[in-house]
């Protein structure tokens, strides 16, 4: 039988198991940026062991939401949930953790600062709500996260590879958004 997961490497997590569909997020090119994104800014500078990748920190973050996930449901004291909404609630957990910083700009938060007004991103999944995205406020990293999850080359794979809506996935980043609440939902 083929192996189903890959074994990514991690200095701190050890191995972590990845699925083919999160393999081929991990290997895109909006996702393979990040291993050149410092999660550490300019640290390294003054201390040179600080060389953490943005690429590194968001598949630890992925395995360790896995990993409390399956520390809630695995309990047999805790909630019941049937096997396959189970096996979907923990897969869109996995890949908003994944996913949440893949919208940092190089040099990760000390480069934020040259980031343009919101409006001129014009991210579709904020269209209609100006009051809690005004146009003229300065872009952060996150909602590059939300234009590149919900409307990017990126997203077939993660609503047709992964099987869960993009917006299911922006949501878990930025819960102000008008996301179906049914989405986080088991019973």
Same mark, same amino acid.
């Given at each position: ?6 074994? !990514?490497?991690?200095?701190? %997590? ?17 996702? #393979?940026?990040?291993? %050149? ?42 909630? +019941? /949930? ?5 096996? =979907?609630?923990? #897969?869109?957990?996995?890949?908003? @953790? ?5 919208? %940092?700009? &190089?040099?990760?938060?000390?480069? =934020? ?6 409006? +001129?991103?014009? /991210? &579709? ?9 005004? &146009?003229?406020?300065? @872009?952060? %990293? ?16 993660? =609503? ?8 299911? !996935? +922006?949501?878990? /980043?930025?819960?102000?958004?008008? /996301? ?8």
């Amino acid at each position: 039988m083929a192996r189903r997961t890959t074994e !990514v490497r991690d200095p701190i %997590h050890g191995g972590i198991d990845v699925s083919r569909d999160e393999l081929r997020i991990l290997d895109h090119a909006l996702f #393979q940026r990040l291993r %050149h994104i410092k999660q550490l800014g300019f640290s390294d500078l003054s201390f040179p062991g600080a060389t953490h990748t943005r690429y590194l920190h968001s598949v630890g973050a992925m395995h360790l939401a896995g990993r409390a996930f399956d520390a809630v449901f695995d309990d047999p004291d805790g909630p +019941a /949930v049937p096997p396959a909404r189970r096996a =979907e609630l923990r #897969q869109l957990l996995r890949a908003a @953790a994944l996913l949440h910083d893949v919208g %940092h700009a &190089p040099f990760s938060h000390a480069s =934020e600062f040259a980031m343009p007004e919101l409006g +001129a991103l014009a /991210v &579709p999944a904020y269209a209609g709500r100006r009051d809690l995205y005004p &146009p003229s406020r300065q @872009a952060t %990293h996150e909602d590059y996260t939300i234009q590149i999850v919900t409307h990017s080359s990126l997203t077939p794979f993660i =609503e047709e590879g992964l099987g869960v809506p993009a917006m299911a !996935v +922006a949501g878990l /980043v930025d819960p102000d958004l008008p /996301v179906e609440s049914a989405w986080y939902e088991a019973g």
